[in-house]
């Protein structure tokens, strides 16, 4: 793996000197529109999902703070840079002194994975002449395993092609989430994570039971039919 590039860190003037020093991280989400980028940082940033967004235009910005193992404390300011961004003016001031970045896909929509190749190429243009940043691969909405269209081998492929970081997982479940954002945290702060220390940062997820093939023409009463499904629990 590239060696991530150096953190923002220091306290200001006013800072006691009772306070821990904070690594700050500039975090940048690339991908297509709709491929749930949104998504993935406010259900990483606040625990959410909504069912409907409205597209991304430019870049949204969101912070979540993190104390790793040995009272290590980390600040990832996220850039959420909108799908359709790629061929406009800004990119790359967006993009530029980022330390990690996610490639983001949609595993129901192969597009959305071919283009990666475009996302990549413009941060390896960015960076040009300097430090690659951190660069994982992100495979979204796992939660519609059912209809996937990117298969798993080619996910795992492209990582190891490009020697990146690679997860899988759901924005709408929060499953693997916070696992990706951990390991990305403590991977550029030096930090070693144990597998039950990883494990600790990856929540039990309640998923419900429904029955896929049916489509949302069906109204209140497939809502009903659907909510009357039992749950688990996937761990």
């Known amino acids: 793996m590239a060696a991530p590039a150096a953190p923002a860190q220091g306290k200001s003037a006013e800072d006691s000197d009772d306070e821990p020093e904070q690594?700050?991280?500039?975090?940048?989400?690339?991908?297509?529109?709709?491929?749930?980028?949104?998504?993935?940082a406010l259900r990483?940033?606040?625990?959410?999902?909504?069912?409907?967004?409205?597209?991304?235009?430019?870049?949204?910005?969101?912070?979540?703070?993190?104390?790793?193992?040995?009272?290590?404390?980390?600040?990832l300011q996220i850039w959420d840079i909108g799908g359709q961004t790629i061929g406009g003016k800004m990119i790359g001031n967006y993009i530029y002194g980022a330390q990690a970045v996610l490639l983001c896909y949609d595993i129901t929509n192969y597009q959305s994975f071919q283009n990666l190749e475009d996302w990549f190429r413009l941060v390896r243009r960015t960076f040009a002449g300097s430090t690659m940043p951190y660069v994982t691969l992100v495979g979204n909405k796992t939660d519609l395993n059912h209809?996937?269209?990117?298969?798993?081998?080619?996910?795992?492929?492209f990582a190891?092609?490009?020697?990146?970081y690679s997860f899988l997982l759901s924005a709408k479940t929060g499953d693997n989430?916070?696992?990706?954002?951990?390991?990305l945290a403590a991977d550029l702060a030096g930090v070693v994570l144990t597998k039950p220390e990883?494990?600790?940062?990856?929540?039990?997820?309640?998923?419900?039971?429904?029955?896929?093939?049916r489509n949302e023409a069906g109204g209140a009463e497939q809502h009903h039919q659907e909510k009357k499904g039992g749950k688990c629990v996937v761990q």
């Open 44 to 75: 990483f940033t606040e625990d959410h999902f909504a069912k409907a967004y409205k597209q991304t235009i430019g870049l949204d910005f969101f912070i979540k703070r993190l104390v790793l193992p040995g009272e290590v404390h980390v600040a």
């Open 160 to 164: 190891d092609e490009n020697d990146m």
């Open 23 to 40: 690594l700050q991280y500039k975090v940048i989400l690339l991908g297509d529109g709709a491929v749930g980028k949104t998504s993935i």
């Open 177 to 183: 989430v916070s696992s990706c954002f951990y390991r």
């Open 147 to 157: 209809m996937r269209a990117v298969r798993a081998e080619k996910h795992t492929q």
């Open 198 to 213: 990883l494990e600790v940062a990856s929540k039990i997820v309640k998923a419900e039971i429904v029955n896929h093939p």
